[in-house]
Nanobody, 120 residues
Framework: QVQLVESGGGLAQSGGSLRLTCTAS????????MNWYRQTPGKQREWVAN???????EYADSAKGRFIISRDYVANEVYLLMNSLKPEDTGIYYC??????????????WGQGTQVTVSS
């Protein structure tokens, strides 16, 4: 059983910063990729950023230039540093881990989410 626990959410002012942490119950190198998603009010859950087991990173357009995803494989943690926050960044942020299976499918694991609120 894989557990992902997000932390670091809270209230920030527009232009401020927050760092989210995702702590995994097993080695994050056992996953092919770790992602951050967010659920903003009135919208579907959207992908924010990704880091692969090979350290390749990608960002959604909304996150490019402002957010940085990183990891500490010793601590089994993945981080999302969010800078220049905007009110539209408000939402619940979820950590996701993906592992490819031998049947070519994938196994997805999710955390419970952490609330981020950005005031204008």
């Amino acid at each position: 059983q894989v557990q992902l626990v997000e932390s670091g959410g809270g209230l920030a002012q527009s232009g401020g910063s927050l760092r989210l942490t995702c702590t995994a119950s097993r080695s994050i190198l056992s996953f092919d990729a770790m992602n951050w998603y967010r659920q903003t009010p009135g919208k579907q859950r959207e992908w924010v950023a990704n880091i692969t087991v090979n350290s390749h990173v990608e960002y959604a357009d909304s996150a490019k230039g402002r957010f940085i995803i990183s990891r500490d494989y010793v601590a089994n943690e993945v981080y999302l540093l969010m800078n220049s926050l905007k009110p539209e960044d408000t939402g619940i942020y979820y950590c996701n881990a993906v592992r490819r299976r031998s049947d070519f499918g994938t196994s997805d694991y999710w955390g419970q989410g952490t609330q981020v609120t950005v005031s204008s």
